[in-house]
């Protein structure tokens, strides 16, 4: 045996070694600071079955139609979205404003001062987004204590818009008002009624 | 029929032809197409090791600021609770819970788990650690004082292993929970 094969008979065996310490001794993110056992993994699963009533627009109704502020209702979930695009369409930012649940609302308004999202911004994003563009209804999604409104806002040339965007309401009191509740809610995150799915798995490693 | 009762029976007229007009307008947008279910099925994978008999005899003195490890910083938490140290014991759980917190000050939310574990640790109990398990982004450290299983979950903040109140409410946490200390009760 040459000097040189003996020097890569040598290399594999050391890979050999190293690769054998490495499964003996798993590593880890973070380690205890007492002697443990070896790691075993292990899964927990968590099924939840959630609930809704679905609403598609009737023919000849898709088109949301906006209005003046002194015919505008917070009566119905449906009521209170037309009052909340028409504010945003007649670009009336305390008028948006009042469309908001007290408490949604503080949480809106800190986390876009936090982003610098001020009034200027909103009126400046109304005026290119929302402004003279055709919105539709999509879908309606009736749960327990919240309603939520699918609309889509078309593109300046009138095709459909890229993407459809929700608003939750919930009844406070007699009106019906724009909340956050559902912000972290799986339901809403899905929003299984876009493509009609009734259910999805997920592995998190 | 006089002018006031004709003006009358107009205004009838009116109310009885709009009003199905303004109800229609308020309620038939949509049409219903019943009910549907969404199921959602979330598998967390996790490493779990167990300690080999880590009766824990040394306590801490003092809040002590440095990365240790979690399991070093769930000693800190009960050492807090050893010394009757509101503020030391406080500064173990992370922000968002401080806050939290903060805004039930009302409720007095943080003094009333504080007095939940003053009740469970007392300076005789005796305090094990159990499990050691990583789970995403956080460890979980079990612990037996006395004869009650605990798991509470650490996760990194600036740098320091701190506990988060919110992670506890999971399903899948108290799930978990259950799981371990059903094992400890066989």
């Not at chain 1, 973070?30 to 079955?49: H, L, N, W, Y």
């Not at chain 1, 627009?57 to 979930?77: D, F, H, I, T």
């Not at chain 2, 099925?41 to 490890?69: C, P, S, T, W």
Request: charged share 25%.
């Amino acid at each position: 045996m040459t000097l040189k094969s003996k020097h890569a008979w040598l290399n594999v065996i050391c890979l050999i070694l190293f690769s054998f310490s490495l499964s003996a001794q798993q590593t880890f993110w973070a380690m205890p600071t007492f002697d443990v056992g070896e790691a075993k993994e292990g899964v927990i699963s968590v099924e939840q079955v959630f609930h809704y009533e679905l609403f598609q627009p009737k023919q000849g109704y898709e088109k949301v139609r906006l209005v003046q502020r002194k015919y505008a209702s917070l009566s119905s979930a449906e009521e209170a979205f037309v009052a909340r695009m028409s504010a945003i369409a007649s670009l009336d930012y305390q008028w948006w404003l009042d469309t908001w649940e007290v408490d949604s609302k503080q949480l809106a308004l800190n986390y876009y001062a936090n982003k610098g999202l001020d009034q200027t911004y909103w009126l400046d994003t109304w005026q290119k987004q929302f402004v003279g563009r055709k919105i539709t209804y999509k879908q309606k999604i009736v749960l327990p204590e919240h309603t939520i409104i699918i609309y889509n806002v078309a593109a300046p040339n009138g095709k459909p818009g890229p993407i459809d965007l929700p608003v939750v309401f919930e009844q406070a009191k007699q009106e019906w008002l724009v909340s956050l509740d559902l912000r972290r809610a799986p339901l809403l995150r899905y929003s299984p009624w876009i493509k009609g799915l009734d259910k999805k798995e997920i592995v998190y490693e | 029929m006089s002018k006031f009762m004709r003006n009358r029976v107009r205004l009838f007229i009116t109310l009885l032809v709009s009003f199905p007009l303004v109800v229609s307008a308020a309620t038939s947008r949509f049409e219903e197409q019943g009910e549907r279910s969404f199921t959602l099925v979330e598998h967390y994978k996790y490493h779990r090791m167990q300690y080999k008999d880590a009766l824990i005899k040394q306590f801490y003195e003092q809040r002590r600021d440095a990365n240790e490890g979690a399991d070093r910083q769930l000693i800190q938490f009960i050492s807090a609770l050893r010394k009757d140290n509101f503020d030391w014991w406080l500064s173990n759980w992370n922000q968002n819970t401080q806050v939290d917190w903060q805004q039930k000050t009302e409720l007095k939310k943080a003094r009333r788990v504080y007095n939940y574990w003053r009740a469970t640790v007392t300076k005789q109990s005796s305090v094990r650690l159990k499990d050691y398990i990583l789970i995403g982004q956080y460890v979980l450290v079990g612990v037996q004082i006395d004869n009650e299983y605990h798991l509470l979950p650490f996760e990194l903040e600036n740098g320091y292993w701190r506990i988060d109140q919110a992670y506890m409410n999971a399903v899948f946490f108290q799930k978990l929970k259950q799981r371990l200390d059903a094992e400890l009760a066989n």
